[in-house]
């Protein structure tokens, strides 16, 4: 395809050099086990340029700017910025309004815990074998973890027990009509304790003491598979919240910042959601690279399904640890998105176009830009293009799964952020020319001087 690629924007996530003060893993000094709340956060403030206002306020597009441009955020203040970027705070609360919504949201997740412990007590516990080692002193180190955070409870003085007890009450109102079905629960569970210990223990978070994060992890899936059953368990889901739980560090934090991002994202965890995103990514490389598409569709080939755990994940295997994070980061800060304000100024050409357009050329007949292709579909995009030549090589789906496979880790975030955003202006400023071409060929004498000042306008800057 032609390399449109002459106004690329200035300022980029891969653009960035990694900052001197971001190492390459957020190593803690001390594994224990992760706290039930951060009760100090609500009124931690961010050290960012401009983002957060004297009352605690935060500027959202600032925020999710800042991310993008600079790569992501130091890892000393990433748990704060995760809590406003996936919305467990909202951007628009103070540092006083945090502080009670913090106390609301241990009460409710408290309430809502013991709900569905009080309904299966058997699954209370996870179920040990006894061969796992590890597994064994998890179950101590959280044991050890729950005795301590009620003997802070029994401490509190008792205005702040009058208050809590106050808003146990209402969470106990809020969910006492909530039912669940035993069985879904059952099986929800089952599979639960199955994939919590195939958790990458390999991470420090999950070393030491830090091994009753594994346990930490197990009551949030299920807490959340109990009161969203339409969504429930699936696997993978296990990968995605620990990641939140290693950033946040906090039971009650990483919950709910977990059920933040999956209303929005849920619909990939089911078959018909994911089918849809892999279908989507086929179509991009189609635009893309037409040779490479018609190659990965063959009938020796499964058609794009090696790319499952790459979007699912947010390529959490493919980039070495404290990279996947930052890209993770960087896709949840939705910035250069086609539905943002970084492509206004084409769809904008679009509108204009289509005042040039005649009558009986229907809308239906032009090309436009496709919002669906999502940063993240790039993302991939440019990682296949990368490896074009070893995947034309691949002649079955088992080639293709091996050749993926040994990506695990090895790839450059920067180099493929780069290629990303490359792939995605070429892609936008060639369907707004498109666009316009097509529009204007019904009379292109007395158009071409309007078509010649539209084209100056339809490169990205």
Not at 283 to 307: I, R
Not at 341 to 356: F, G, P, S, T
Request: hydrophobic residues 40%.
């Amino acid at each position: 395809m032609e390399d449109l690629n002459d106004g690329s924007p200035e300022h980029t996530a891969a653009e960035e050099t990694r900052s001197p003060d971001i190492p390459r893993s957020d190593v803690r000094s001390e594994r224990r086990v992760a706290a039930v709340s951060s009760t100090a956060l609500p009124a931690a403030r961010l050290t960012l340029p401009g983002v957060m206002d004297a009352e605690g306020r935060v500027d959202e597009s600032r925020l999710r700017m800042y991310i993008f441009k600079n790569g992501g955020v130091c890892p000393s203040e990433r748990g704060l910025v995760w809590r406003f970027l996936f919305g467990m705070y909202p951007c628009s609360s103070t540092a006083l309004e945090r502080s009670l919504l913090q106390e609301q949201m241990v009460v409710r997740y408290q309430v809502m815990k013991r709900k569905w412990q009080q309904f299966l007590p058997k699954a209370v516990r996870m179920h040990l074998n006894g061969t796992d080692a590890e597994l064994v002193a998890a179950v101590r180190h959280f044991d050890q973890r729950q005795a301590q955070a009620q003997q802070q409870t029994q401490d509190q003085s008792e205005g702040v027990r009058d208050r809590l007890a106050f808003l146990e009450l209402q969470a106990q109102i809020l969910f006492e009509r909530v039912t669940f079905d035993q069985e879904e629960l059952r099986e929800a569970t089952r599979i639960i304790d199955k994939d919590v210990p195939r958790t990458n223990r390999d991470l420090s978070y999950y070393q030491e003491e830090g091994l009753g994060n594994l346990l930490v992890l197990r009551d949030i899936l299920i807490t959340y598979a109990a009161f969203h059953p339409e969504v429930s368990y699936a696997q993978g889901m296990n990968d995605l919240c620990s990641r939140f739980l290693e950033v946040l560090d906090s039971e009650v934090d990483t919950f709910w910042s977990f059920s933040c991002y999956m209303e929005k994202f849920s619909k990939d965890f089911r078959a018909d959601g994911l089918h849809r995103k892999i279908e989507l990514e086929a179509a991009l490389l189609k635009e893309l690279d037409p040779s490479l598409y018609a190659h990965l569709v063959s009938d020796s080939m499964e058609s794009f399904t090696f790319c499952h755990r790459w979007l699912l994940l947010g390529f959490q295997r493919e980039f070495e640890h404290s990279d996947a994070l930052r890209l993770f980061e960087i896709l949840s800060c939705d910035h250069l998105e086609l539905i943002s304000q970084q492509v206004d100024r084409a769809r904008y050409q679009e509108r204009l176009a289509r005042n040039c357009s005649t009558e009986d050329h229907s809308e239906s007949q032009l090309q436009a830009i496709n919002t669906d292709f999502t940063f993240e579909l790039f993302i991939c995009a440019a990682i296949l293009l990368e490896n074009r030549e070893s995947l034309l090589r691949c002649r079955d789906d088992v080639q293709l799964i091996q050749f993926t496979s040994s990506l695990q880790g090895t790839l450059d975030l920067n180099s493929t952020l780069k290629k990303a955003e490359r792939h995605l202006y070429n892609y936008c400023k060639r369907c707004a020319w498109d666009y316009m071409n097509e529009c204007c060929r019904a009379d292109v004498s007395t158009e071409e001087d309007f078509l010649y000042q539209l084209r100056s306008l339809l490169v990205l800057r």
